[in-house]
């Protein structure tokens, strides 16, 4: 991959040069390992980097116990373990901790690990009694194992960073989304967010893309994964439609959002989400609705079958390869988007 002639995608930063310069005095070289379910985005990153991906031995006994064991030493180095929460998500976190510690064991000089998606993450508060609090519990097991820093994507709730005691860097797929739909150059077109609780966020990109804000008010029923459409709060009427969500996981807020602003009037209807969970009948719920295109990106493996032919999958690989870069080397993450 080359990187001389363009902006990193999901940055605002044009390098000009590729690869990393170990840093002396810091950590040794860059050890990059993925997860058994995280193989393509660990490749991705590694091409980016142009450095080798670990290996490492992942079994899983019949009695369900997880045992890792890395291919080679990385006593001393600086290491980063793609490893996200994704389906099965017990599993895949049991795989991260004891990868974690399999790399403490081994005297890793520093070990980030890097979670494009943060599961339990709406889990961030005690909002009914006798509830836990399972995202702080998720990072308290993260900082256990020995992990030093982490690197994440459009946490659910900004507060779950307060949940770590250790450094870290809460990304955003923000600018790669955004500006996916500039080059797109829609005119008469509405960013609408699914939720009030998501209206700061949607503001960002009707601000970025100069579009007016509209908001779907939804009451959630009860506990179940179910909500009620009340009313839109704006103008869609004869605009394409830009509905913007941080996930997609049983589809039942989106497609709500999409009925709503089609009976308002809306054109052309546009769906984009950074985490494809996609559990249950979303991808039927999806497939469903008259969308012209669904966005989304790779912070989650996407099955084919869960692949539908209007969906388009950015990478993040680029923006983690170069915050691991930065990391690595002791530089601001800060500049890639001119904070």
Do not use: W
């Not at 064991?105 to 599961?119: C, E």
């Not at 961030?124 to 994440?152: E, F, N, S, W």
């Not at 829609?186 to 970025?208: E, M, P």
Request: aromatic content about 8%; overall charge negative.
């Amino acid at each position: 991959m080359t990187t001389k002639s363009r902006r990193v995608p999901g940055t605002k930063y044009t390098p000009t040069e590729s690869g990393y310069k170990a840093a002396p005095g810091q950590y040794g070289e860059i050890k990059l390992y993925a997860g058994s379910h995280y193989p393509y985005l660990g490749q991705e990153i590694a091409e980016y980097l142009k450095i080798p991906l670990g290996t490492c031995e992942v079994q899983r006994f019949s009695n369900e116990n997880i045992f890792v064991r890395l291919r080679s030493s990385v006593r001393g180095q600086d290491v980063y373990l793609v490893q996200g929460m994704c389906s099965p998500v017990n599993d895949n976190i049991m795989e991260m901790l004891i990868t974690i510690d399999a790399l403490k064991r081994d005297s890793a000089g520093r070990i980030t690990v890097v979670i494009p998606y943060y599961s339990y993450g709406r889990s961030d508060k005690k909002d009914q009694p006798r509830v836990p609090i399972t995202a702080r519990l998720i990072a308290d097991l993260i900082q256990v194992a020995g992990a030093d820093r982490y690197i994440t994507i459009d946490l659910h709730a900004p507060q779950i960073q307060g949940f770590f005691s250790i450094p870290g860097d809460a990304l955003t797929a923000f600018h790669l989304i955004s500006d996916y739909f500039a080059e797109k150059a829609l005119t008469n077109a509405s960013v609408v967010s699914t939720d009030l609780g998501f209206a700061k966020k949607g503001r960002n990109y009707a601000q970025k893309l100069d579009m007016p804000l509209a908001v779907v008010e939804k009451r959630r029923i009860g506990n179940q994964d179910k909500s009620e459409v009340m009313s839109l709060i704006g103008d869609v009427e004869n605009m394409d439609v830009i509905i913007i969500d941080d996930e997609c996981d049983t589809a039942g807020s989106l497609t709500n959002a999409v009925n709503v602003v089609l009976d308002n009037g809306a054109r052309d209807v546009y769906v984009a989400f950074t985490h494809a969970i996609l559990s249950g009948s979303a991808v039927e719920r999806l497939a469903r609705l008259p969308i012209k295109e669904i966005v989304t990106t790779n912070t989650l493996p996407i099955p084919p079958e869960k692949q539908l032919p209007n969906m388009t999958i950015l990478s993040v690989a680029p923006l983690l390869a170069e915050v691991i870069k930065r990391a690595h080397e002791g530089r601001s993450v800060g500049e890639l988007f001119d904070e």
